[in-house]
């Protein structure tokens, strides 16, 4: 009987845990994500993922970011961004369910993935605290954190940290970073069709920064030129 009795504490023990260890794990990023609503994040998971990556082969190596405030960053970046990765950031709140069906019918078309449906609030979810893998408990957890920025912050807010700590190439971090890194100027001084080809980089940075002379990269650039101007700002 005391056995039958101890066992069944020792199921509940190892059932309740996991679950209040999960529970701290969401307040955890609750109250962070609250933090930020005033004060910018100093790096993020998957800066600091890629930090490590780049320090194996060369421990000296630096990341490039530098946080410039909204209002520095050039309107035409913005709408290029929302152009190209997030046409109905304005609208939604966190999640662009008509977008992840359609990413799904395309990738379920062509065999393998070739669209993603994420929008600018789940992949600054992602990058503030979750690893690059790809699992459905992740994706879970993406989900939760996504409603958890958009619960907390304004889309403008959102949209700021997003344009600074947003991955631009190898080790490069942020519009600033990236404008300086690609053509020298600030992120305030960006022109549509500089603005619009960092758009474009967005979903393969690391690959695009070896090959600025990509054929994809010059024709996609065009298109969100020509998008741009329906692009609505937060």
Do not use: C
């Not at 994040?41 to 405030?69: C, D, H, I, Y």
């Not at 992740?138 to 600074?164: C, D, G, H, P, S």
């Amino acid at each position: 009987m005391k056995s039958s009795k101890r066992t069944r504490k020792w199921l509940l023990w190892l059932v309740l845990t996991p679950l209040v260890l999960l529970l701290l794990l969401q307040a955890y990023f609750f109250l962070q994500i609250g933090w930020w609503v005033d004060h910018n994040p100093g790096s993020t998971a998957f800066m600091r993922q890629q930090l490590s990556v780049l320090q194996e082969k060369n421990p000296n190596a630096v990341l490039q970011q530098k946080w410039v405030p909204y209002d520095r960053i050039s309107n035409n970046l913005k709408r290029a961004i929302i152009a190209s990765e997030d046409a109905n950031f304005s609208e939604h709140e966190g999640v662009d369910w008509e977008a992840m069906q359609k990413a799904y019918q395309k990738n379920t078309r062509k065999g393998k993935v070739v669209s993603g449906g994420s929008t600018i609030t789940q992949q600054l979810a992602k990058n503030l605290f979750l690893s690059g893998s790809r699992s459905y408990i992740r994706k879970a957890q993406e989900f939760v954190i996504t409603y958890m920025l958009e619960f907390w912050m304004e889309k403008e807010r959102i949209f700021e940290i997003y344009l600074n700590v947003v991955e631009w190439g190898n080790g490069v971090y942020g519009a600033e970073a990236a404008s300086q890194h690609y053509y020298g100027i600030s992120a305030a001084a960006l022109n549509q069709a500089q603005a619009a080809r960092l758009a474009v980089m967005l979903p393969d940075p690391r690959h695009f920064d070896k090959n600025r002379g990509s054929a994809y990269l010059e024709k996609r650039t065009e298109v969100i030129v020509r998008r741009m101007g329906s692009a609505d700002l937060p």
